[in-house]
């Protein structure tokens, strides 16, 4: 018969292999429900933008290269991520993903090959840093094909009829840019340039023309030069609204001839045959923001904003111009979208995901927006107050 100590011990031995059951129990509950915490963790869907192309990828794992492997998507050095391959992506993210190619690119007959992202004539325009006014092979709004030609706007001075014709076009070719300027060329008259040959900003050409024993002669008419004011554009800058073209004068003379020699040429008739056209130059009337209203505070989007415009250049009255065109635009968040057009950011590009082209971080990163934005204003418009004066004549930049 037990004592009573030892029906107490065995009591007690039963309890503690009854806890120890149970905790044990727990303890792989716990882990069960932690693993499938981890696993649902883990799993998500993301939006995956590949060269213009979106798609829904369901993909297990933590990093962007989790969700491009589950894609399928292969990425080499020169191509675009953002985010950047090693980062995490949380469910419902966005992946940008831009394959880079070599684009064969001819400027004024000047060839060159180069890399490039953009999906569109116009993105790679703006990423060359183009100017408007330029004449492309291809509509801005054209998928970018392998091979893109650029002529950009020049003066052509053209020694014709004695006298010197200084005509602005965008002409790829003198054969082009006589044709723009409204050069009328007869059978048998000479040039200094090649006709096929590029025109490049501030090329002489001179034309000799044929000598004749006819009665009928075409001379050349300059163009008249007029400045209007334009009250949208900022004092110290001009455009050319209408690009000025040359007339054509029609002149018939009787001619007497002895010997071979003419020794005699009489005019009978004389009729400008095409007008000339006029060259409009508009020039701003419209005084610049303040310079002494560009105080910011420092450590802001503002601040490093004007900081980076100075690095390129461009002082107080240039800033003040970029300071109130963003205001207008984003208000100089980071986080500013569009939920119409879809810009975004601080510069409101269009899409957001332009400013990829110069940093992973362009969601949230002002000095990535503030790169790509000036980078944009300098190869469209020249300057920030160049991009403020279109904005206050179009409401968009």
């Known amino acids: 018969m037990r004592t009573t100590d030892s029906r107490r011990a065995t009591s007690r031995e039963q309890v503690v292999g009854r806890f120890a059951r149970l905790l044990a129990q727990g303890l792989v509950v716990a882990v069960v429900a932690g693993s499938t915490t981890a696993f649902a963790m883990l799993h998500k869907q993301v939006t995956l933008d590949v060269d213009g192309s979106v798609v829904q990828v369901q993909a297990f794992g933590r990093t962007v290269a989790d969700v491009l492997a589950a894609g399928d998507v292969a990425v080499g050095e020169r191509d675009l991520v953002a985010p950047a391959p090693n980062e995490q992506i949380a469910a419902g ?35 060359l840093g183009l100017r408007d006014g330029v004449r ?28 010197v014709i200084d005509g602005v076009t965008s002409g790829g070719t003198v054969r ?53 004011e334009d009250a949208t554009q900022f004092t110290g800058t001009t455009k050319v609204r209408t690009a ?15 010997g071979g020699v003419v020794i005699s040429r009489t ?11 006029t060259q409009v130059v508009a020039k701003g009337t419209r005084a610049l923001p303040n310079p002494s209203a560009v105080a910011v505070e420092p450590g802001t989007a503002q601040a490093m904003g004007k900081e980076m415009a100075a690095a390129r250049g461009w002082g107080d009255d240039q800033f003040a111009c970029l300071l109130v065109l963003w205001n207008h635009e984003s208000g100089w968040r980071v986080n500013a979208g569009n939920p119409v057009t879809g810009a975004y950011g601080i510069p409101q590009s269009l899409p957001g995901s ?10 949230t990163n002002p000095a990535t927006q503030i790169t790509w934005g000036l980078n944009y204003i300098a190869g469209r418009y020249g300057t920030p107050c160049g991009a403020y004066a279109q904005w206050l004549g179009h409401n968009w930049y």
């Not at 690119?105 to 790679?124: K, N, P, S, Y």
């Open 93 to 127: 993210g966005l992946v940008v993903v831009r394959h880079s190619r070599q684009l064969t690119l001819e400027v004024d007959g000047d060839q060159r090959t180069v890399w490039t992202t953009a999906l569109t004539v116009g993105e790679a325009v703006d990423g």
């Open 136 to 163: 492309l092979s291809a509509s801005r709004s054209d998928a970018l094909g392998r091979e893109l030609r650029v002529s950009t706007e020049k003066t052509i001075h053209l020694a014709v009829d004695g006298q």
């Open 176 to 228: 082009d840019a006589l044709r723009e300027i409204g050069l009328v060329l007869d059978e048998g008259d000479e040039v200094s340039v090649p006709l096929d040959a590029a025109a490049v900003d501030g090329l002489v050409v001179m034309v000799t023309r044929a000598a004749t024993q006819g009665e009928t002669v075409t001379e050349a008419l300059p163009f008249d030069v007029q400045e209007v």
């Open 244 to 258: 000025g073209r040359a007339g054509v004068r029609t002149s018939t003379y009787q001619v007497e001839v002895v």
């Open 267 to 277: 005019l009978l008739t004389s009729v400008v045959t095409t007008p000339p056209v």
């Open 354 to 363: 332009k400013m990829a082209t110069v940093g992973a971080d362009w969601q």
